[in-house]
Structures are given as C-alpha cells and as structure tokens.
C-alpha cells in the first residue's frame, strides 16, 4: 500500500522555524522526485520545493528561497522540510508529493498543517 504521511506541522510565532517530514512507504522510493506543495485558504496549491532522486539536486520557489531547505534520506525513506524565518503568509497546508522519474505515477500524502501567528 502506497503511503505518503507528513508530519511536525503546527502553530509557531513570526519568525520560527519548523522541519515537516514525510514517510514513504510501499514503493520504490528513490525513483521518485520529491515535493513539497502547500495551498493556503482560497488560493490554489503552490509548488515550494523540489528535491531530486539523489538528492543533489534542490529547486525552491522564490517566496521561500533561503528560508526552506529540503533534503532526503534514501536509506530511510523520508523527506525533510526545514522551515526557518516562518512569514504569516507560510500559513499553509503542506503536502508532500511524490512524482516517478518516468512520469508513470504519482502519490500524495495527507498534508499537516502549518500556521504561523502570533
């Protein structure tokens, strides 16, 4: 059974910072492409970050470059999200997306909730 569960979201004041993770389960996990995605209230889901099979290879969107780092662990199957200087405008859900390298699938987690206020 294919399994995506992100986990670590939560509430943190302007300026924090958070680690999402997402564990893989029930496929072949270093042929995928990892992403984080996020959708806020009333606006349309949002590519954060990109992490290659490898993980040599990262891409971010400009709202969270030098803030967001991600990373992976192939032996572990799981992803990482660190989120530092957290802005209200990253109050999100976040999910977390997994694309084979040969565009033959695709999963999703479940996402975890991020919201950053005071």
């Known amino acids: 059974q294919v399994q995506l569960v992100e986990s670590g979201g939560g509430l943190v004041q302007p300026g924090g910072s958070l680690r999402l993770s997402c564990a893989a389960s029930g496929f072949t996990f270093n042929s995928y492409i990892i992403n984080w995605y996020r959708q806020a209230p009333g606006k349309e889901r949002e590519l954060v970050a990109s992490?290659?099979?490898?993980?040599?290879?990262?891409d971010y969107a400009d709202s969270v470059k030098g803030r967001f780092t991600i990373s992976r662990d192939n032996a572990k199957n799981t992803v990482s999200l660190q989120m530092n200087s957290l802005k209200p405008e990253d109050t999100a859900v976040y999910y977390c997306h997994a694309q084979n390298l040969l565009g033959r699938d695709d999963h999703w987690g479940q996402g975890t909730q991020v919201t950053v206020s005071s």
């Open positions: 992490i290659s099979v490898s993980g040599r290879n990262t």
